[in-house]
């Protein structure tokens, strides 16, 4: 859940980047300098965001990885493997998202910023739908346990559990054979 928030919050920051980019498209050279750096500002906020999306120990926007038992023997398990959800800086690392090439100064670097966004928005979506479904097989998982556990309890209970009133019928019926036994 914490990594699906993260990711939540990460498309929004990379749309009010994009939203940078059309405002740099129009703007003047100056305009655009100071956009480029509120860009780079955001990118921050990208890398701060996906660093802080971690609970207990596991950041899945980090490249954190989980490995879920689901029975006592770990035979039947689950892993879950993260992303590095930071902004990048570089192509290939992270979201692949570069810092604002010479201030914006030509639509090419405006343009180039654009394409990264939008790979890094589809990366976004992918890798939520991914750990979406690995948080639906874990519920799912969690649900079947609960559901066996519950029928394993009552079938204990069926066969530990004595009926007071069939036991004391079958000790006065004990009983009666006995006495007539002995008479």
């Known amino acids: ?8 919050a990460l498309v929004k ?3 009010q980047a994009k939203g940078l980019t059309a405002a740099a498209r129009s703007a003047s050279t100056a305009d655009s300098a100071t956009l480029a750096t509120q860009f780079d500002a955001l990118m921050v906020q990208v890398d701060e965001l996906a660093g802080d999306a971690g609970y207990k120990g596991t950041n899945f926007l980090d490249s954190s990885e ?15 493997t993260g992303f ?4 990048g800086g570089a192509v290939g690392v992270g979201l692949g998202i570069e810092a604002a090439a010479a201030n914006w ?14 790979t890094a928005l589809t990366t976004l979506r992918t890798q939520g739908k991914t750990l979406a479904s690995s948080s639906g097989v874990v519920t ?3 649900e079947f346990t609960t559901n066996i556990i519950n029928t394993l309890t009552t079938g204990a209970d069926a066969l530990t559990s004595a009926d007071t009133n069939e036991e004391g019928a079958n000790m006065l019926a004990l009983q009666t054979r006995q006495q007539l036994g002995i008479t």
């Open 1 to 8: 859940k914490a990594a699906s928030q993260g990711i939540d």
């Open 13 to 15: 920051l990379i749309e």
């Open 66 to 80: 989980l490995v879920v038992d689901f029975n006592e023997d770990a035979s039947s398990t689950l892993t879950i």
């Open 84 to 87: 590095d959800a930071s902004s």
């Open 105 to 118: 100064a030509s639509s090419t670097n405006v343009d180039t910023a654009v394409l990264q966004l939008d």
């Open 140 to 142: 799912t998982r969690q």
